[in-house]
């Protein structure tokens, strides 16, 4: 018998439900005891905030999106900003509280679901002494050591399902239009997306952009009697000069900046380049809403099964991966040691280039 708290950190990905669904059910079947931190940390901090699930609480829940525990981008107990009587922010460390809860409570393992943000925090308690697991979470695919995070797939459809409906509306007025799409600083879902949903430019944080190529690839189209063309930025990146784009740190606690912008500043470069009829548009937090994929949920509940499996083995500290296909521990250390790029000799890349894709810098081995 096992007392298991699940949580689940960061920004929410289509699948988190599903991990739970999985966790929850296979632990009812072993006799064991699941609950949930809400929040992230919360319910170790506040005993309202820690739910015991059980099957009925989780019925139907691999289909949808969120998270029925709520997350948070802004809750790093090791470094929390909290307001003293005299207004004054002041950051304070509760890890020390919530290792003692976690004990005083008696659990023996907790189920952390995050990127690399959330595992950092994971991996911490780990070297305080709690037995963790990690569950590699995240749209922007950019967790090193498992080829695929869950939310990645569905977040690459809902951007297709876009660029898709932007081409009748481009076409029907000749125009560019830009689209920003999520990834932080990797670019998988811009290149996914883009391959798959006809962009004729992709711009990635990997390869950094010059907006002559970028004109010359939508005058091109002009010359070939292609009249509209379909420029997917990512929001990470960056021009050949380095330049980067965004909105500051936004709310008190985030330890990322908010980015953005990069989009409307390559459609007023286009515009003025081209004088052609240019809009822009981000699409932002719906890649992370709606129901997860079939791929996304297969994954989810794969995961969650693989996680209670390395409970069961006592193999702490380490995040489930898939790898070629099957389901493999890795030390939480290694995934977040740096966040995964697109590889630059991919097929992936070498696929939107061989179709004629500009990916915003002078294609190599061409004049
Ligand atoms: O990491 C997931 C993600 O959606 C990124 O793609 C994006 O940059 C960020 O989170 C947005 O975070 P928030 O919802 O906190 O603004």
């Given at each position: 018998m096992k007392k298991i708290v699940v949580s689940t950190g960061g920004g929410d990905a289509p699948g988190l439900n599903a991990v739970i669904y999985s966790v929850v059910h296979i632990c009812y079947r072993k006799g064991w005891e699941v609950y949930g931190s809400k929040n992230g940390y919360g319910g170790f901090l506040d005993i309202d905030e820690m739910v015991r699930l059980y099957p009925r609480d989780v019925e139907?829940?691999?289909?949808?999106?969120?998270?029925?525990l709520g997350s948070t981008s802004k809750g790093n107990p090791f470094a929390r900003p909290v307001q003293n009587l005299a207004g004054e922010i002041q950051i304070v460390d509760v890890s020390d509280k919530i290792l003692r809860n976690f004990n005083r409570m008696g659990f023996d393992c907790h189920i952390a679901i995050g990127g690399d943000g959330s595992l950092d925090i994971a991996h911490k308690f780990a070297l305080k002494g709690m037995p963790v697991i990690g569950v590699p979470k995240t749209i922007?695919?950019?967790?090193?050591?498992?080829d695929r995070t869950f939310g990645f797939d569905t977040a690459v459809s809902t951007a297709t399902e876009a660029l898709d409906k932007l081409h009748s509306t481009a076409k029907s007025h000749n125009r560019v239009m830009v689209v920003e799409v999520m990834g932080r600083d990797s670019g998988w879902i811009a290149l996914y997306s883009g391959i798959s949903g006809g962009a004729d430019v992709i711009l990635i944080p990997e390869i950094p952009f010059d907006m002559e190529e970028v004109c010359e690839k939508i005058s091109d189209n002009e010359l070939h009697d292609k009249h509209y063309s379909i420029v997917v930025v990512a929001e990470g990146a960056v021009t050949k000069d380095g330049r980067n784009f965004n909105k500051g740190?936004?709310?008190?606690?985030?330890?990322?900046v908010i980015l953005g912008g990069v989009g409307e500043w390559v459609a007023s470069e286009i515009r003025k380049k081209t004088d052609k009829d240019t809009r822009s548009l981000v699409l932002g937090h719906l890649q992370r809403g709606g129901s997860p994929t079939t791929f996304d949920r297969l994954l989810a509940l794969r995961f969650g099964a693989a996680a209670v499996r390395l409970v069961q083995e006592k193999v702490f500290d380490h995040m489930v991966a898939l790898k070629n296909g099957i389901m493999v521990p890795v030390p939480i250390a290694d995934a977040i040691k740096r966040r995964k790029k697109v590889d630059f000799s991919s097929d992936k890349i070498r696929t939107a280039r061989d179709i004629g894709i500009c990916l915003g810098d002078k294609e190599p081995g061409v004049e």
């Open positions: 139907g829940i691999y289909s949808t999106g969120g998270t029925i922007d695919n950019d967790l090193e050591e498992t740190m936004g709310e008190l606690g985030r330890e990322e």
